[in-house]
């Protein structure tokens, strides 16, 4: 038997996500959500595919998943990045009752059972505070890097409090900081420490089961993690690359699809194997 | 008069829907008087024997809220703030009066802002208590029989029991017709739509009660012709809420992948699902029924017995409709403000979940722009009971 292959693309609010996966993972590019979607998607898929060294005929069904998974012309089913990230998680973190994922613009809590179903789910995509967005802003005032702000805060010997829960004022209050004499690691420190209170209060109303498993670009960031487990009062657990959990649950989900459909013997209708080049702006 | 045949049904409501309002601006250029009121709390018998046609006032989810800021704060239900922006840019100004029953917060403490914003000749506050026993009983008819003799006064009649009797039998035929209507959701696929009932029911608490009767039943007869051809879709859900007097929210569920077929809203189940009885003083089964019947998280009613039992005589309507129309999950779809059923979300989810049905919780903010908002929250859900 020829041997299948599935796609998961994640279109995130702030970055786009593919994976190629047979019994394995075959190839994974990451790259920034720029505002045209589609293009990212052709661009992105096309990286993965050389880097897996596969014709885009030979795969076997792709799954669009996340904030821009509408705009994924070649995607044979749309799935929403709740179930992908689910299904993600209990194939990489099997023990794991809770998903916390911390996005660029929105942050989701999943709760699943011990087959890794999901049981119930809360999300914040109304307010930037809790999400991604909030450290990036106050990263930007503070004329670091995003990135750096996890090692910056573990230099921290104590943290300030941040009194703002909007994100345009806390980036304020931070700058302010800084103008006091406040030493950087505190203020990021604090920082992390707010962002965590927004979210663990947010995860609380799901009764938080362990183990917890973090994903997200947030899950990136070893200080926030830190404040989160201190919340949490245990230790979480978090993947190999926090960024691909959902295309990796949307290509398995792909998978389960397929294997599905053979063992019923229903066709399955997938879209054309075409990296079309569309934009999302009519002239 | 809606008239009887293809396009008085569906497509009529639809008109009536669109144009929200239009049968009673017609009617009032006729001579008729109409009286505005909101919430099902408000007893329409009474306003329909005094001689009025009744008018629910609805708010619009496509309208942007400009005018209300300057008058009501944002503290108040964000539905109670739509219905009185419409109202202050003229979309009622043929009202002769507004009729305002104590049901909320955000409804009675913003009585005076009706009143004198809007300065209708005729205004009324129904002082309706929270509590179902005895003595809130009493009180209600007490209140129940000022109303009836002010809005006799400014009818230049009295209310007379028999004019009362005989619109108590208009409302229940209504009533009864609706329930009619809801058996057909029963079936799988349901023969009708979530977002046509929802139209259907916000087009018939626009027009005078004989006229919506008529209306529902053509569409009950129209639908009864669609015959079982309907796509089967995965999942029938139940949507709980307050007053949800737009469809989009009801077709956004069902854009995506699910039937409507049940609802505990208004209008809706709560309001068309009782009766009033047949009492030798009418108002005594009015009070009865908008006191004691009418399940809202608005009504308290005190605990007796277990926790279990407490739920079940607060929310074993729903726990009927779930049964009733097989509902595989329930979507409860809180307005951001509304304090009385918001109080009730916990309790609410433990009574449904613990039927094993699983249930959405969605606060949303009475606008277009947030309700597209909930589409992933909801295609998730769908994904949810169709993995289990």
Redesign the interface.
Known sequence: MKSQYFAGVDIGSTMTKVVIMNRAMLASVIGPTGPEHRKLANRVMEEALAQASLPFDDITYVVATG?GRINVPFADKQ?????CHARGVSYLLPRARTVIDIGGQDCKAIKLNDNG?????V?N??CAAGTGRFLEVAAEGLGIKLEDMGRLSLEAKSKVEIGSTCTVFAAQEVVAKLSEGVPLPEIIAGLHEAIAARIHSMVGRLKIEREVALTGGGAKNIGLVKALEAKLGFPVLLPPEPLLTGAIGAALLGKDIVKQAAASGTPLPRSERRLQEVTLFTR | MVEKGAGKGLAAAERYYQDYGCRAGELKRQGKRIMGYLCAFTPVEIIAAAGFMPLRIKGDVNEPITKADAEMETIVCPLVRSCFDVSLKGKYEFLDGIVIPHACDSITRTYDIWKYTLNFPYSHLINMPHATDKPSLDFYKAELNTFRRSLGRFAGREISDQSLTQAIRLHNQNRAKVRELYELRKMNPPLISGAEVTRLLVAAVSIPVTEATELINNVVEEVKQRGKVRAAKPARLMVVGGQVDNIDFIELIEDSGAWVVADDLCPGAREFFSDVADTPDPVDGIAERYLRKICCSRTFRERRGSYHEYLEQRFGHIGRSIRDFKVDGVVLYIYKYCDPYGFDVPAMKSYIESKGIPVLYLEDEYSMSTIGRLRTRIQAFLELLGSK
């Open positions: 904030y799935i929403t990045e709740i179930s179903r999901v049981v119930e789910f999300m995509d109304k």
